[in-house]
Nanobody, 125 residues
């Protein structure tokens, strides 16, 4: 079983920044996509951003495009999510999911089988 650990969450004011980190016990070569999802209070889980190690860039949900950036540090095998200009509506538990596939996109939860326990992000106005 793949162990996934997220970190970096916290409480910030609107307009602030946070960087989330994710480390997995293993990253499958296939399927290669790695993603961040979130679930806000009273909301369904939604895909935030996804990326493959060979990608030139990430794929983003409309709600975060231009404010969030997903990246992979291959040297320490860590997945990051840099979140800038945070808004109260970004408040959620954020989950990392390694080892997903691409099927008309990479932001659907059904494409991933391993999940972390999440890290809480709270943005106050």
């Amino acid at each position: 079983e793949v162990q996934v650990v997220e970190s970096g969450g916290g409480s910030v004011q609107s307009g602030g920044s946070l960087r989330l980190s994710c480390v997995a016990s293993e990253y499958p070569r296939f399927p290669p996509y790695r993603a961040w999802f979130r679930q806000g209070p009273g909301k369904e889980r939604e895909g935030v951003a996804c990326i493959a190690p060979t990608s030139m860039g990430g794929h983003y949900a409309d709600a975060v495009r231009g404010r969030f950036r997903i990246s992979i540090d291959k040297a320490n095998n860590t997945l990051y999510l840099q979140m800038d200009n945070l808004k109260p509506e970004d408040t959620a538990m954020y989950y990392c999911a390694p080892g997903g596939r691409y099927d008309f996109g990479c932001l659907r939860g059904e494409l991933y089988t391993n999940w972390g326990h999440g890290t809480q992000v709270t943005v106050s106005s």
